[in-house]
């Protein structure tokens, strides 16, 4: 079985959102994505980061598990390969 090393986009939406305040529950998955070592570029219309193909499910599941325990009501998630 090999490793995979594929670098993978994520870019998030977390809601409610509202612009300039983000609540806890964006701050939360925000704050997921960092502890696992992933630098987040956080913008007004979804935040961004890169990792590997490997580590991608386990940021996703953190991204949920905190936005929803701190009061999120919709997760969007786009993850796109290398080169797409």
């Given at each position: 079985?090999?490793?995979?090393?594929?670098?993978?986009?994520?870019?998030?939406?977390?809601?409610?959102?509202v612009e300039?305040?983000?609540?806890?529950?964006?701050?939360?998955?925000?704050?997921?994505?960092?502890?696992?070592?992933?630098?987040?570029?956080?913008?007004?219309?979804?935040?961004?980061?890169?990792?590997?193909?490997?580590?991608?499910?386990?940021?996703?599941?953190?991204?949920?598990?905190?936005?929803?325990?701190?009061?999120?009501?919709?997760?969007?998630?786009?993850?796109?390969?290398?080169?797409?």
């Open positions: 079985m090999s490793t995979i090393r594929e670098v993978q986009e994520l870019v998030f939406t977390v809601e409610p959102f300039g305040r983000p609540g806890p529950h964006v701050r939360a998955a925000v704050a997921a994505v960092e502890a696992a070592g992933v630098q987040v570029e956080f913008g007004p219309f979804g935040t961004t980061c890169a990792a590997s193909a490997e580590a991608m499910p386990e940021l996703v599941a953190a991204i949920t598990r905190a936005a929803f325990a701190n009061g999120a009501t919709h997760v969007s998630i786009h993850v796109a390969g290398e080169g797409s």
